[in-house]
């Protein structure tokens, strides 16, 4: 009863944090991904192309590119407008422009399982076979899986105006390029050397040395294991070397159609063969034209 009691007041006041239930402003932008394909490093990129006197650190962020998951009711409303807000919800036609990152589901598969890790919700002897599976019925998060995520953006929004879609690998082969095409998005001139400046401040061995101090500062570490890095290999591929095949097979089976719609070639032939006989290629396909 006194914790009903609590969360009434709190909710009352404007202090708990209102996730999908964020009041929604008509300039708003999100950062949206599933997790573990991007979205922090995009927020950093962001919020040093933003705001170019303010270097985005793992103290600020929350303000710079706030997450209503992390901070409350209240202080979202006093944030100043037009706000770039940080998001992994599943399709929510509130939004009115979107930047969307995409991953390769494996590298997703493979960042999640030293993700859970840190967040203590699975060990470190924890079978590799057994969280693929409940990674692809999206047990370890509320957004759903990442086939449900991502389709539940592309099919709805793909190729709007307000829709931006970022491929986490351009974003590495890349970075400036794909930053000046954020910065069109968002109506800032693509200057190089803002450019240039933005991804220097946010290039993965800043990002590390600045967790290493500042990790018990920022809501998605504090309470994590410190012996696991947030940051990790920033990079791609790395599916191919430590994920087992038949967790690789397994994820192509389900989801071959999308990561085919998307460009990652799939490791199994017959799962291409598939994949373009699927019944919702047809759905995607009508989406990306």
Known sequence: MMQWLIRGTRRALGLHHPGRNLDVFPDDVFIVSYIKSGNTWTRF?????????????????????????????????????????????????????????????RDVLLSGYYFQRKRRLIDDQYPFEKYAARFMAGDFNPYGSWGDNVASWLVTRHNHPGFLLLRYEDMLANTAQELARVAVFLGIDPDPERIATAVRRSDASTMRKLEKSQAL?????????QDIP?????????????????????????????????????????QETHSNSHPVSALLGEAFR
């Open 45 to 105: 990129l962001i919020a040093n192309l933003v705001y170019p006197e303010t270097p985005a650190d793992f103290s600020n962020i929350n303000r710079l590119t706030p997450d209503p998951e992390a901070l409350s009711k209240r202080e979202l409303a006093k944030m100043p407008r037009p706000r770039v807000l940080k998001s992994h919800q599943y399709f929510d036609p509130r939004y009115p422009r979107i930047i969307y990152i995409v991953r390769d589901p």
């Open 217 to 225: 500062l920022w809501s998605s570490t504090r309470e994590t294991r």
């Open 230 to 270: 947030f940051v990790r290999a920033a990079k791609s591929g790395g599916w191919r070397t430590e994920v087992p095949e038949s967790a690789i097979l397994q994820l192509e089976a389900q989801w071959g159609h999308l990561m085919t719609y998307l460009g990652y070639e799939l490791h199994s032939p017959a």
